[in-house]
């Protein structure tokens, strides 16, 4: 698709589109994130005028990706919870109870982060990438990443000042 066509369509559907995916869902920051993969995959079509009904067409694209966003997002979901039930059932197996106990909480909180903290948290502490480079991999400025992090190692003490202080 041309970039005159690209931005025509955006212009004449964005704020309705984005209106549609919030409701899906729930945050901007999200509704952003699909909107961008919306225009994204608009942008590798060959051109707009093959389209035979525009809007319904990139609505009912907004909303393939919105299901498509939403049966991953369940998916993770899933697979935390299942970590952290796993974790606890091998608390059960000669682990010392208190570490067991922190390892559910810190999965626990770490589950309760926004997705975009969660991950800069995941890349920082698990794989050990630089803010750098995880700046580079999620396509996000550096003072983001750096930022991100911050807020996610703040909320984490909160959440987990508690389990910290009975463990004291």
Not at 33 to 46: N, R, S, T, V
Not at 134 to 162: D, F, H, M, W
Request: glycine share 2%; aromatic share 8%.
């Amino acid at each position: 698709m041309t970039s005159p066509e690209l931005e025509r369509l955006y212009d004449d559907h964005a704020s309705g589109l984005f209106l549609y995916l919030l409701s899906f869902a729930k945050t901007e920051a999200d509704a952003r994130d699909l909107l961008q993969e919306l225009f994204i995959k608009l942008a590798q079509i060959e051109s707009a005028e093959t389209l035979r009904c525009e809007k319904s067409f990139v609505y009912r694209l907004a909303h393939n990706l919105a299901i498509d966003w939403l049966r991953k997002r369940c998916r993770r979901q899933e697979t935390e919870e299942q970590i952290v039930q796993e974790t606890a059932m091998h608390s059960d197996s000669g682990v010392d109870p208190d570490r067991a106990a922190l390892a559910v909480h810190l999965m626990q909180a770490l589950a309760s982060l926004p997705d975009e903290q969660r991950t800069v948290m995941q890349l920082k502490l698990w794989e050990e990438l630089t803010f750098e480079e995880i700046a580079e991999v999620q396509g996000i400025p550096l003072n983001t990443a750096a930022s991100r992090y911050r807020y996610a190692t703040e909320k984490l003490r909160l959440l987990l000042r508690p389990i910290y202080e009975e463990l004291k």
